[in-house]
């Protein structure tokens, strides 16, 4: 099973929106509504702030927001804040186990 | 409050072996399937052992069948990695991550802070 496709790095300056995008296939992210996000600060535990493509966990800001189509899902961030700043992760069910993405890292200008 | 606290993360010589635990508290762990995930430095996040939430069945990531072994003690709470003939590429900071409830399979929900495995001589 083949990593997510994640760009390496986006940036954005405090108060914009950016996006990222994770581009799976038909067999993980095309055909399943199953998509997770993850926020990882260095030093500390993963956290998850998008589930099922579009949910948000109880707690998580509503300046994040998820979306899919098609084999590519993407991860939106508006309202940028510095503590914005982190690598995100997407995650995807394939119909037999979980595969990851390459990762993202956000910059706060 | 989900809290998993990893332990047993070291420096180890190619070849030799280590022994990951996880403390699993604040949910019903017996009812949950478990992984283990790492992230190589500068690399992306890996699944690299997956349990039922009764261990009644084991998936690894093909780099690692037959040296890695996942186990779980639902009377403790507790998750392991027993990982043998350890190698250069095995280095990573190693998670321990809740799965779905049962034998569903979906991506993890609460992860630990990670503990640390170098290999290297």
């Known amino acids: 099973q083949s990593a997510l496709t994640q760009p390496a790095s986006v940036s954005g300056s405090p108060g914009q929106s950016i996006t990222i995008s994770c581009t799976g296939t038909s067999s993980d992210v095309g055909g399943y509504n199953y998509v997770s996000w993850y926020q990882l600060h260095p030093g500390k535990a993963p956290k998850l702030i998008i589930f099922d493509v579009s949910d948000r966990p109880s707690g998580v800001s509503n300046r994040f927001s998820g979306s899919k189509s098609g084999n590519t899902a993407s991860l939106t961030i508006s309202g940028l804040q510095a503590g914005d700043e982190a690598d995100y992760h997407c995650s995807s069910y394939t119909g037999t186990s979980v595969v990851f993405g390459g990762g993202t890292k956000l910059t706060v200008l | 409050q989900v809290q998993l606290v990893e332990s047993g993360g070291g420096v180890v010589q190619p070849g030799r072996s280590l022994r990951l635990s996880c403390a699993a508290s604040?949910?019903?762990?017996?009812?949950?399937?478990m992984y283990w995930v790492r992230q190589a430095p500068g690399k992306g996040l890996e699944w690299v052992a997956f349990i039922w939430y009764d261990g009644t069945n084991e998936y690894y990531v093909d780099s690692v069948k037959g040296r890695f072994t996942v186990s779980r003690d639902n009377s403790k709470n507790s998750l392991s990695l027993q990982m043998n003939s350890l190698r250069a590429e095995d280095t990573a900071m190693y998670y321990c991550a809740r799965g779905a409830l049962g034998i569903l399979v979906r991506p993890p929900d609460y992860w630990g802070q990670g503990t640390l495995v170098t290999v290297s001589s």
């Open positions: 604040g949910f019903t762990f017996s009812s949950y399937a």
